[in-house]
C-alpha cells in the first residue's frame, strides 16, 4: 500500500504523558494536513504543511500540539501534557501540487488518555 | 465562517432502493463540494467532487447554489454502499485550501 501511512494506529496514555505521531506522506506529495476527528464528528482542520514550512494552524492547535515537517517528508505530532479531551483520531492528508488536487488521507492514529 | 451540516446521522434504505444524503454548506465565496466515504476499516477517501461532474459507484451529486445544496444520490442503493459519508466544503481562501467537513451520515443498506 503506497497510501499516507501513520504511526502508531493506535495509543494509550496517561494523562500529563507526552505523545508523538508520525505521518508518511504519499511520495511527492508537497501538502501535508493534519485533522482531528472525534466520535460522532467529522474531521477538523488542525495544521497544514506545503512542503517543509508550516503555513497554517488552527485555533485548535493549542500550544500543547506542536507539529513539524523537517526536510518536507514525513511529519510528527505532539502533543504534550495530554488531557481527557484531547482523546480523539488524529489523521494525517496529503496532497500534490496545486490546490484543488485530490486530498489522501490516512488511516488515523487513536489516542485515548487516560 | 463556513460550516457544512448533514442532518441525518443515520439513513437506513432496503436494497435497490434510491439514496439521497443531504448536505446543506453556508460560504461566502464560490464553493468547491466533495463527497469522502469511510467503508468499515478502511480509511477516508473521496468519492466526488462537483466541479468533476463525474457519476462514481453510480452516485451523483448536483450543487444548487440557491439553496446552499450538494445532496448525493443514487438511484439503486447495494449492500456494498453501506458506509459512513462525509460532505466537504474547501477553503479556498485560505492558501492551505483545507476542508471543512460535517459531521457524517451513516449509510445502512438493507438486504
Known amino acids: 500500500d503506497t497510501g499516507v501511512s501513520q504511526d502508531p494506529r493506535h495509543k494509550i496514555t496517561k494523562r500529563g504523558q507526552n505523545v508523538t505521531f508520525r505521518c508518511d506522506p504519499i511520495s511527492e506529495h508537497n501538502r501535508l494536513y493534519w485533522y482531528r476527528q472525534t466520535l460522532g464528528q467529522g474531521p477538523e482542520f488542525l495544521t497544514y504543511f506545503q512542503n517543509e514550512a508550516q503555513l497554517e494552524k488552527s485555533r485548535l492547535l493549542s500550544d500543547r500540539f506542536s507539529a513539524e515537517r523537517p526536510k518536507g517528508s514525513f511529519s510528527t505530532l505532539e502533543i504534550q501534557r495530554t488531557e481527557q479531551g484531547d482523546s480523539a483520531m488524529y489523521l494525517c492528508a496529503s496532497a500534490l501540487g496545486n490546490p484543488g488536487n485530490t486530498i489522501y488521507f490516512g488511516e488515523g492514529s487513536w489516542l485515548t488518555v487516560v | ?111
Open chain 2, 1 to 111: 465562517a463556513q460550516r457544512v451540516t448533514q442532518p441525518e446521522k443515520l439513513l437506513s434504505v432496503f436494497k435497490g432502493a434510491p439514496v439521497e444524503l443531504k448536505c446543506n454548506y453556508s460560504y461566502s465565496g464560490s464553493p468547491e463540494l466533495f463527497w469522502y466515504v469511510q467503508y468499515s476499516r478502511q480509511r477516508l477517501q473521496l468519492l466526488l467532487r462537483h466541479i468533476s461532474r463525474e457519476s462514481i459507484k453510480g452516485f451523483t451529486a448536483d450543487l444548487n447554489k440557491g439553496e446552499t445544496s450538494f445532496h448525493l444520490k443514487k438511484p439503486f442503493a447495494q449492500e456494498e454502499d453501506s458506509a459512513m459519508y462525509y460532505c466537504a466544503l474547501e477553503n479556498s481562501g485560505a492558501g492551505s485550501y483545507q476542508l471543512t467537513f460535517g459531521k457524517g451520515t451513516k449509510l445502512s443498506v438493507i438486504p
